[in-house]
């Protein structure tokens, strides 16, 4: 592309966007001011929904970074409404594909030899062609099958001029993003600015094939032994920035349920692995595939003696979830995976201000943010959909739902609130999980794959508890039982000098201190102990009901050590 299309291309995605931004300030700024509010609230709806058509088009006319602009702004619920993302949701990554000899060109150039001697043999026809790239199979040549023992490949090859494409549309977005901030109505709600850079950051990352290379052998190590999953080899030696060169696993896609089951595989076994492999990523692996659709999970059946494989009888025929793609990865911080673990047990307890809390610890809600209509909003939530299956939830009223949805979002969008991109790209690789799942499985019931996480994290969060509480008490145990030797020491060094003055009063005052420091200390282990044990007993009731029974003894030192005390002293 020459630079005078990169300068069109920018032109086109600037142009479009300034007529919306007009548009805005005139229907939700103008409008209201001079009495016609009703007149922006009236065509709101239609008007969102013309939008959204009209970048839809225009993303698929440009291709290229627009697309994933479109399928980024499908999931931003939170900022957008769901005229626009329902729209936007059915955007596909699929474009025509690039002529080959475009692309034998620049796979040439990139591995430093001609095809025919890097491949023993290579698929004209690409498998799939998306708006960064596109895969073709191919067959190592017997030098590298031999070091590698891999045989059948397939190549992943960046489209031709893509890189300059993408720095076109990211600099045209950030000056989007720099007007947004001057809209008032926009910028209350959202920091354009960052969002851009994080779209930026991730979108960078996809285009470097070196980086999801690395991101397979990540993922790969995460699951080493766990005969549950799997992952393609990557062949390091046909690998570059712009070629990445990987195993072919193709095997039966996930969602084709007529093939799972002439394999003698049953669907809905294949959903609930597949939600335990997800919730173990965010949770026991903090590194989580952000892109699970049917296209990049594959089931392999495994014959009898491979790596991996279960005995007959154990789940029916021997299968594992072979998962490829991993360009869009998302890493969870530790800060970010201690407000998910509140976030799971406020979710499976059907607690809605619990919620509220995980979201301010995740950083979602700004302290400011009024949330008694989000906590209205929840608790109406968990009472009527709570604990319901995908089957049981298409009986609902769909008029039910739209108009549950309606107020919900529009309670969501007034808040303060934005969510980060990592958290963004959890919530994308959920909802996916869910829909999967429920397409695998009519009966499949999210509470059901969340509540075992939640007892473990129960567990784990009482367990947590009651060491810092416990801590907590030693520490101030360790202060105050040392109190009254630092004062006896410092009473000593004064009889020492010149001066002298009668200290029994004083002394007769630090027992009274000592003893009750002491009772102190025993209040505090009383309350770690018997806290501590109410959580856990219920997932540990041994271990539960030891602490509680163990409280009792620091209860009875803090109720009578005051009573023996002045007892003694008469």
Known sequence: MTDGAHRARSRRILGFAARRLVQLWWYELVLPKIGLSSVADRTRERRMRRLAERFRTLAVELGGLMIKVGQFLSSRLDVLPPEITSELEGLQDEVPPV?????????????????DRVYAWFDETPVAAASLGQAHRAQLSPVD???????????????????????????????????????????EHVDAPALVEEFAQTSLEEIDYLHEAQNAERFAESFAGDPRVDAPAVVWERTTRRVLTLEDVTAIKINDVEALRAAGIPP????RVFAEVMFDQVFTHAFVHADPHPGNIFVTPLADGDDGAREPGERGIPWRLTFVDFGMMAEVPAELRAGLRMLVIAVAGRDGRAMIEAAHEIGVLMPSADTAELERALTQLFERFGGMGFAQLKQVDPREFRDFGVEFGDVVRSLPLQLPEHLLLLIRAMALTSGMCSGLDPEFNVWDAVEPYASQLLQEEGGNLVEDLTGQALSSARLLWGMP???????????QGRMSFDTSRLERRLDRVEGVARRVVSAVLFAALLIGGALLTASNPALGTTLVALSVLPLLHALFAGVAGRIRRR
């Open 268 to 271: 809905t076994e294949v959903a």
């Open 145 to 187: 099958a031999e070091e590698t023992g891999l045989d059948e490949v397939v190549v992943k090859v960046q489209r031709p001029g893509i890189e300059q494409i993408v720095g076109v549309d990211l600099a045209a977005l950030r000056r989007i993003a720099g007007w947004l901030r001057r809209v008032r109505v926009v910028s």
């Open 99 to 115: 002529p080959f000899p475009a692309i034998r060109e620049l796979a040439e150039a990139e591995l430093g030899s001609p095809l």
């Open 485 to 495: 030797q630092r004062v006896d020491a410092l009473i000593t060094k004064a009889d």
